[in-house]
């Protein structure tokens, strides 16, 4: 999937949790959806694009993607490698 696709459907789901009143619940939230609905491939794709400068993401996409990325970068030091789809 082209990287303006993923960053728009990102957004949007950016954009339904900014209303939360909650920062790091948003931002989980986010992380959460992405999580959830997003096949592993698109995951990596969204990490790599953060992780390139992210123009045009926002800031609360951009913490939520942090997040997984973390996730991603601790599963590789443990060598479990597998995606989960939940939290």
């Given at each position: 999937m082209?990287?303006?696709r993923?960053?728009?459907?990102?957004?949007?789901?950016?954009a339904?949790?900014?209303s939360?009143?909650?920062?790091?619940?948003?931002?989980?939230?986010v992380?959460n959806?992405?999580?959830?609905?997003?096949a592993?491939?698109m995951?990596?794709?969204?990490?790599?694009?953060?992780?390139?400068?992210?123009?045009?993401?926002?800031?609360?996409?951009?913490e939520?993607?942090?997040?997984?990325?973390?996730?991603?970068?601790?599963?590789?030091?443990?060598?479990?490698?597998?995606?989960?789809?939940?939290?």
């Open positions: 082209d990287n303006q993923l960053l728009r459907m990102a957004n949007q789901i950016g339904f949790f900014e939360y009143p909650d920062r790091a619940e948003a931002a989980a939230g992380a959806h992405l999580r959830s609905f997003w592993p491939v995951r990596r794709q969204i990490i790599e694009y953060a992780a390139s400068g992210g123009a045009g993401l926002k800031d609360i996409v951009r939520a993607i942090a997040v997984l990325a973390r996730e991603a970068a601790e599963r590789d030091a443990a060598g479990t490698g597998g995606e989960r789809r939940n939290s």
